[in-house]
Nanobody
């Protein structure tokens, strides 16, 4: 049974930092891309960041570029999202996702490229 389990969410003041983790289990994730998406109340799920398997190429949404950093430890099947300079607009449920590495860069941004999803972790940024 494939599981993606997020942790590290919580309440933080604006300007603060959080580090999210996502532990994957249940199968080999060799060759899989890993990503983070988020969904705020009343809004659609949106792409945050992604990382490739082989080259550790990273992708970010414009809204988090320069503030968030995605990384992965393939030996531990774990992906991380370091979030700095948090803003109230970053408040959302953050979801970890895994999918077979897309063949084109653009597909890293699409939620349909990811077949496995975690349950989400709440991040609340107070202003």
């Amino acid at each position: 049974q494939v599981q993606l389990v997020e942790s590290g969410g919580g309440l933080v003041q604006a300007g603060g930092s959080l580090r999210l983790s996502c532990a994957a289990s249940g199968r080999s994730f060799a060759g899989y891309a890993m990503g983070w998406f988020r969904q705020a109340p009343g809004k659609e799920r949106e792409f945050v960041a992604a990382i490739s398997w082989s080259l550790s190429t990273t992708y970010y949404s414009d809204s988090v570029t320069g503030r968030f950093t995605i990384s992965r430890d393939n030996a531990k099947n774990t992906v991380y999202l370091q979030m700095n300079s948090l803003k109230a607009g970053d408040t959302a449920v953050y979801y970890c996702a895994a999918g077979i590495s897309p063949t084109s860069a653009g597909n890293y941004y699409r939620h349909t490229s990811y077949g496995y999803w975690g349950q989400g972790t709440q991040v609340t940024v107070s202003s």
